[in-house]
T-cell receptor
């Protein structure tokens, strides 16, 4: 059974709309993360959360908002979508922020 | 700023060839270093990690040595197989903000193995 679930697997959106990317982990971890992988850039760190509290935010835009409703959930809300937001978004988790990170399968977002 | 450099964007080998993928890093101090592997359609998965300078990490026939002198963490495998075809990412943990969990990745090296 998959230990980190990301939904949906694929997502197509129109410019200006808003989407929520879902992430749930069943590893019993206390820290969760979001990374972005676009066509011409390496995996980029976006956010880290520990015990549902924001630890680090490396996104330049407030259009990206993580939401942690439960300890094992870290969703990513993206507002006012732009074509440049097209990328694969990976959720990851670890026991603590100093520990090995495990990645989910990703959500591939295409903004038209 | 902190960075991880992988100069080889793509490597093509035949089965049983020797693999060598370059990785160098730039930061202050001695960060934990990683190699992640990403198979088509999946998320990255940890291949190996080394926390201590001058130590070697190994997994599934892959090896990497943490060389603090040359700030390198090259990945090697003596004899590659077709199942090794994937993208390999070198990464390091942000050393200054260690407790915040940020990983910094290289550009990735796509390994293709001809049968």
């Amino acid at each position: 059974d998959p230990k980190i679930i990301q939904k949906p697997k694929y997502l197509v959106a129109v410019t200006g709309s808003e989407k929520i990317l879902i992430c749930e982990q069943y590893l019993g971890h206390n820290a969760m993360y979001w990374y972005r992988q676009s066509a011409k850039k390496p995996l980029e760190f976006m956010f880290s959360y520990s015990y549902q509290k924001l630890m680090d935010n490396q996104t330049a835009s407030s259009r990206f908002q993580p939401q942690s409703s439960k300890k094992n959930h870290l969703d990513l809300q993206i507002t006012a979508l732009k074509p440049d937001d097209s990328a694969t978004y990976f959720c990851a988790s670890s026991q603590y922020t100093q520990d090995t990170q495990y990645f989910g399968p990703g959500t591939r977002l295409l903004v038209l | 700023g902190d960075s991880v450099i992988q100069m080889q964007g793509q490597v093509t080998l035949s089965e049983n060839d020797f693999l060598f993928i370059n990785c160098t890093y730039s930061t202050t101090g001695y960060p934990t270093l990683f190699w992640y592997v990403q198979y088509s359609g999946e998320g990255p998965q940890l291949l190996l990690q080394v926390t201590t300078a001058n130590n070697k990490g190994s997994s599934r026939g892959f090896e990497a040595t943490y060389d603090k002198g040359t700030t390198s963490f090259h990945l090697q495998k003596t004899s590659v197989q077709e199942i090794d075809s994937a993208v390999y990412y070198c990464a390091m943990r942000d050393f200054v903000n260690y407790n915040q969990g940020k990983l910094i990745f290289g550009q990735g090296t796509k390994l293709s193995i001809k049968p």
